[in-house]
């Protein structure tokens, strides 16, 4: 049985490849930060865990990664914060799809938009805290999660004949 914190680190690369296509590629443990820029953060919580996701980077590096990239006309700030924290909404909502697939369900909070703030993180993988580390032609981006989860938790793949949820792409009709 692979370790929680392997799981989450491989749904974690999955998310982040399905939402930073074509001009990302991974950079190695030790890359810094981007320097100042947004921020935003998500909390979510569920039975026996806990956390908080977070992205940041530079206003060029996540204007790269907007769906009107490149469009006339430019950007707006607002467009951008909004964008960041909508970035780490569908980063999370990635993730906690992939979860339902052990079995664990998470509720998430609202994102909240930080400007102008430099974040350090000091991952701890032992711990759950993961930071997963981007380059990009327009600039850097840098993902974490803080995953906090029950010391016995044990995750177990969900038959796909037991799946109760819907995936990433597929539609629900009311």
Avoid at 30 to 38: D, K, N, S
Avoid at 56 to 82: F, S, V
Avoid at 86 to 98: S, V
Wanted: with cysteine; hydrophobic share 45%; charged share 25%.
């Amino acid at each position: 049985m692979k370790m929680v914190t392997d799981i989450l680190d491989e749904l974690s690369w999955l998310a982040c490849e399905a939402m930073l296509p074509g001009g990302f590629t991974r950079a190695g443990d030790g890359a810094e930060e981007p320097e100042g820029g947004l921020v935003s953060v998500i909390g979510f919580s569920g039975d026996r865990v806990r956390g908080v996701l977070g992205v940041t980077a530079p206003p060029e590096a996540i204007a790269a990664t907007h769906p009107l990239a490149g469009t006339e006309p430019a950007l707006r700030d607002e467009q951008l914060y909004d964008w960041v924290a909508e970035l780490a909404n569908q980063l999370l909502g990635r993730i906690k799809g992939g979860l339902m697939d052990y079995g664990v369900t998470l509720w998430l909070a609202s994102p909240v938009v930080l400007r102008g703030v430099s974040v350090r993180i000091v991952p701890r993988p032992e711990e759950g805290v993961k930071k997963f580390s981007l380059r990009g032609r327009a600039g850097d981006l840098c993902v974490w999660v803080d995953f906090q989860f029950d010391e016995a938790l044990e995750l177990e793949r969900v038959p796909d004949h037991a799946r109760d949820h819907c995936v990433a792409g597929e539609m629900l009709l009311f």
